[in-house]
T-cell receptor
């Protein structure tokens, strides 16, 4: 019940295309869902996050879509660029709880071809 | 504003040795969490400290331990190193447990 399942494992997208990464969870106590971007040799960087009281959040080219009833959320990268090539992790946590640990998906390696 | 600083960046140790990794959180942040990242298991939670108290612990053996100091800096220790402990160890800091977490660049530990 603590798992976050992420798909696909890898993704190849042409420059200018839309990249879509999906995640699903079981624990209904989760109420904070961040996405992290990680480049080789670097730590994960917080990209965008959502709480389940909204169905969508957009920041620049990055959008999170959230479906509470299906317990699924996804990251959309519009107009994908070669510089977006990185590994993306979804995560979940009980936002209001005293324990702040994140449960991560296994990651998606995105390659954007020029 | 300086980010999360982890030292050292790289370490090579021999099986059976012990190792101590250090993490300095973002100024003002009082919560520090540690994660282990491996290609096979992904990012796994080790433990979380807030105001010098361990608030949460992941499913790792007792060889993994940590502590937090009054200035919020944290250290983690791994004793009796095994080959399988080779990983990127990441530290994340936040104002408090339920807020946004920011990661350092990690310490790459190789056990030979």
């Amino acid at each position: 019940q603590q798992q976050v399942k992420q798909s696909p494992q890898s993704l190849i997208v042409q420059k200018g295309g839309i990249s879509i990464i999906n995640c699903a969870y079981e624990n209904t106590a989760f109420d904070y869902f961040p996405w992290y971007q990680q480049f080789p040799g670097k730590g994960p960087a917080l990209l965008i996050a959502i709480r389940p009281d909204v169905s969508e959040k957009k920041e620049g080219r990055f959008t999170i879509s959230f479906n509470k009833s299906a317990k699924q959320f996804s990251l959309h990268i519009m107009d994908s660029q070669p510089g977006d090539s990185a590994t993306y992790f979804c995560a979940a946590r009980v936002y209001g709880g005293s324990q702040g640990n994140l449960i991560f998906g296994k990651g998606t390696k995105l390659s954007v071809k020029p | 504003k300086a980010g999360v600083t982890q030292t050292p960046r790289y370490l090579i140790k021999t099986r059976g040795q012990q190792v101590t990794l250090s993490c300095s959180p973002i100024s003002g942040h009082r919560s520090v969490s540690w994660y282990q990242q491996t290609p096979g298991q992904g990012l796994q939670f080790l433990f979380e400290y807030f105001s010098e108290t361990q608030r949460n612990k992941g499913n790792f053996p007792g060889r993994f331990s940590g502590r937090q100091f009054s200035n919020s800096r944290s250290e983690m220790n791994v004793s009796t190193l095994e080959l399988g402990d080779s990983a990127l160890y990441l530290c994340a800091s936040s104002y408090g447990p339920p807020t946004e977490a920011f990661f350092g660049q990690g310490t790459r530990l190789t056990v030979v």
